[in-house]
């Protein structure tokens, strides 16, 4: 588990001040550098001692077949899995032949820091070699925004005590050996020597590699040039089938340095001929070469200032939870900045976990908090899954259904889970999607997204619940054998939060058919397909128990026997690594929230007093085996009134990586859980709702927490919150008008001038508590730094 002291608490920056090589693969994950195209975990420099090298290319995969001890119908064959492409990180330093390796010699001083403003990682480091020879060794890269096929490293070597032959060896390399994962089911697999060598070249200071994959048939070019810097340097170069090296050597006094400025290329297709690809990666180094480290550095800046103008969020009280949000905005930006029209996966292009899949967790977590802050990137998204609804069509048609059944995980689009109950049978990814698509036309008012790419993927996930439900005697709609958020409750009927989800992706679909009736005709929607999604909505039954005052997650849940939560013991969790399914399907224990995130995403659908008492009723049965589940929780504690305990909630969602807590930061960070951060803070306790064409807010904050300032976009409108004890103030900075909800209560915003509310005292209420051994640590406030 990554703990503090290795990082100092900073504002702007994540700072490693301690190498320690137990922790190097989690280090790994959250220094690594991306922009949604392109991803480089952070490995040392030199390459060696590494936990689990990784480059990564958004939507570059290999296929591996899924082998089932019985074969079934509707089971897919085959896998999609993110491959380590070819590395261009490497850069190995000898000094007078000796090789710079922080296990060997004498490390006096080593420093990594993360810089959120700057999007680079940047190192200092002070060797002595076994030989004696001591060095100041100091690197910056960067995975640019503006350039996106472009990566790059200045690298500088300055001996210390006296003139020292320094060799540089910057390298270029395939098919790196990578260790095994081991068993754990959330990580993916891995392919050994999975690139087949088609192209090389060096010369001078550049090499230039093509590579393709033996299954997928998808190609990747890899190139590198340099610029040298130094006293009488000699630079040769030379490539081979898996690689290329390019090495730099001068004799260096104390006083000078040898200075190595690396820039890095990629490009890839399943389309593109060799010369094509070769070329496009050619292309894109000359542009990078032309625009020189400083240039680069100062577009990567200003594409960042841009961002923090719109997305920034301020934290008067926590200095540790101030630095998580931050650390979490900027890997979700560099998950999906530049991914144009890919997928956004699970663990970003920061490792390989779950094989690097993209899940519901994209639209339900990570979307929202971009079409607030970089809606560009959330429409990108979503014209992905627009690209992939012809394998959702023939995947609903395979399984007997109507409309389209998007896969619960995937790259391409054809669905990648081998387990049906937790996989293909979570059908409310189709309404998750929908509910992406109404959320980023309420806050955009894109007429033409909502028209075109959205109104498509409304009415085909429409189709598919009006085929997957039914109508009973009594006309109630039910969707039966399902399964919902909460994986430990698998096929179930008429789950809570997959039928408020559909209800709401039924009425989108009328909604947008009765808006655009031509585009209604194009896909073949007529009156009376309109009107029966209007009737499964209205009819659409919700489970409750009389009883016990709550609704059920789904039908009879309330009535399972209450899982022997005190007799087990905190080892034995996740549960799903130690107990087998069938009986996790049969207690009350709930993985993730489920109907608690059902009343943050339908909160128009239940009373302020039902959701008090679901939310006390469900809390003290979530394990929270799931990276997504904290930030639901703080946000539905922090609205009935537990501020204390969302407070708690939103120290583990934010530091979810940062401490791992998960114990699987080593193959990536958790994007939705870095997301979730700011849903806490902005959907909790600032209160944020936005459907149906309204704003709202309904501010109160922790103890913990002073002050709590933020920026949004909404249609195209710069919104500033910022939010204390006693009021919140509103400012619209630029645009025209803009009326929002404030504790209900309606205020009309002009441009450039200032609005002040008063936060009404919440009573205190009783704390609900949670399965012994999962209760989230509790949050002191931390404000050094």
Not at 431 to 454: K, L, N, P, Q, S
Not at 506 to 520: Q, S
Not at 618 to 626: G, Q
Request: aromatic content about 8%; hydrophobic content about 40%; overall charge negative.
């Amino acid at each position: 588990m990554i703990k503090q002291p290795m990082f100092s608490v900073e504002p702007w920056c994540l700072r490693e001040i301690l190498l320690n090589l137990d922790m190097q693969a989690q280090s790994e994950s959250v220094f690594a550098l991306s922009n949604g195209h392109l991803g480089w975990r952070g490995n040392l420099d030199e390459g060696e001692p590494h936990a689990l090298p990784g480059t990564y290319l958004n939507g570059f995969y290999e296929i591996r077949p899924l082998p089932y001890a019985e074969a079934s119908y509707g089971l897919p064959e085959s896998g999609q899995t993110v491959i380590n492409v070819t590395n261009g990180k490497l850069i190995r330093l000898f000094v007078d032949d000796e090789p710079f390796d922080v296990r060997y010699g004498e490390l006096r001083a080593h420093e990594r820091a993360l810089d959120f403003r700057a999007g680079t990682l940047s190192r200092q480091a002070e060797w002595v070699s076994p030989a004696g020879g001591r060095v100041r060794v100091s690197s910056t890269r960067l995975v640019s925004f503006s350039q996106r096929a472009i990566a790059a490293i200045r690298y500088e070597v300055e001996p210390l005590d006296g003139p020292a032959r320094i060799s540089l060896q910057s390298e270029l390399l395939a098919n790196e050996q990578l260790p095994s994962l081991g068993g754990d089911p959330r990580l993916g697999a891995v392919l050994e020597h999975p690139l087949t060598e088609e192209f090389q070249r060096a010369h001078g200071s550049t090499v230039l590699l093509v590579h393709r994959t033996e299954h997928s048939g998808l190609r990747v070019g890899a190139a590198m040039d340099h610029l040298v810097e130094g006293p009488k340097v000699h630079v040769e170069s030379q490539a081979f089938a898996d690689g290329g090296l390019v090495t730099t050597t001068a004799v260096v006094k104390p006083g000078q340095r040898l200075r190595l400025t690396k820039f890095v290329a990629y490009g890839w297709s399943g389309a593109r001929s060799l010369p094509a690809v070769r070329d496009q990666v050619w292309a894109a180094l000359t542009t990078a070469r032309q625009t020189g480290w400083d240039g680069l550095l100062a577009e990567q800046r200003e594409y960042l200032d841009e961002f923090w103008h719109r997305a920034d969020v301020e934290i008067d009280g926590d200095a540790e939870v101030q630095q998580a949000v931050r650390f979490g905005l900027f890997h979700v930006l560099q998950a999906g900045a530049r991914g144009e029209n890919r997928p956004i996966p699970a663990k970003g292009l920061t490792g390989p976990g779950y094989d690097g899949h993209a899940f519901w967790d994209s639209e339900t977590f990570v979307l929202p908090v971009l079409t607030l802050t970089a809606p560009d990137a959330a429409a990108s998204a979503l014209q992905w899954r627009h690209s992939t609804l012809p394998a959702a069509i023939e995947r609903a048609a395979q399984l007997g259904f109507k409309g389209a059944a998007f896969p619960w995980r995937t790259i391409t689009g054809e669905e990648c889970s081998g387990y049906w109950p937790a996989g293909t049978a979570a059908f409310h990814i189709n309404a998750d999607i929908a509910d992406a698509v109404v959320r980023y036309v309420d806050a955009t008012g894109d007429e033409a997204f909502h028209r075109g790419v959205g109104m498509e993927l409304l009415t085909q996930t429409a189709r598919l619940w009006r085929s997957l439900g039914h109508h009973d005697a009594d006309g109630r709609f039910h969707i039966d054998g399902v399964t919902g958020p909460d994986e430990y409750s698998a096929l179930a009927d008429d789950n809570v939060y997959t039928n408020l989800m559909a209800r709401q992706n039924l009425l989108a679909a009328a909604v947008a058919a009765k808006r655009y009736p031509d585009r209604a005709r194009e896909l073949g929607i007529d009156l009376e397909e309109s009107a029966s999604w209007r009737d499964a909505a209205e009819g659409m039954f919700i489970p409750y128990d009389e009883a016990l005052g709550v609704h059920q997650q789904a039908e009879g849940f309330t009535r399972h026997q209450v899982w022997a939560f005190a007799h087990t013991p905190p080892e034995n969790y996740p549960l799903l690594l130690h107990y087998p399914y069938l009986d996790l399907y049969r207690k009350q224990v709930v993985k993730q929230a489920d109907l608690v995130l059902a009343m943050h995403l339908r909160g128009g659908e239940f009373t302020a007093e039902q959701k008090l008492r679901n939310f006390d009723y469900y809390d003290p049965i979530t394990v929270r085996d799931s990276s997504l589940s904290a930030c639901t929780q703080a946000v539905m504690a922090a609205e009935v009134g537990h501020l204390s305990l969302a407070f708690d909630y939103l120290g583990e969602a934010a530091l979810m990586d940062l401490h791992d807590l998960e114990h699987n930061t080593r193959d990536g960070v958790h994007i939705a859980s870095l997301a979730g951060a700011w849903v806490a803070l902005v959907g909790g306790f600032a209160g944020l709702r936005h459907w149906d064409g309204t704003v709202s807010f309904a501010p109160r904050l922790p103890e913990g927490i002073s002050r709590l300032a933020f920026n949004l976009l909404i249609r195209g409108q710069r919104l500033r919150v910022e939010v204390n004890h006693a009021s919140a103030r509103y400012l619209l900075e630029d645009g025209g008008s803009l009326e929002i909800m404030h504790h209900d209560e309606r205020v009309k915003l002009t441009a450039g001038k200032a609005q002040e509310c008063p936060v009404p005292v919440l009573p205190p209420r009783p704390q609900p508590s949670q399965p012994p051994g999962r209760e989230p640590v509790r949050r002191v406030s931390n404000n050094q730094g």
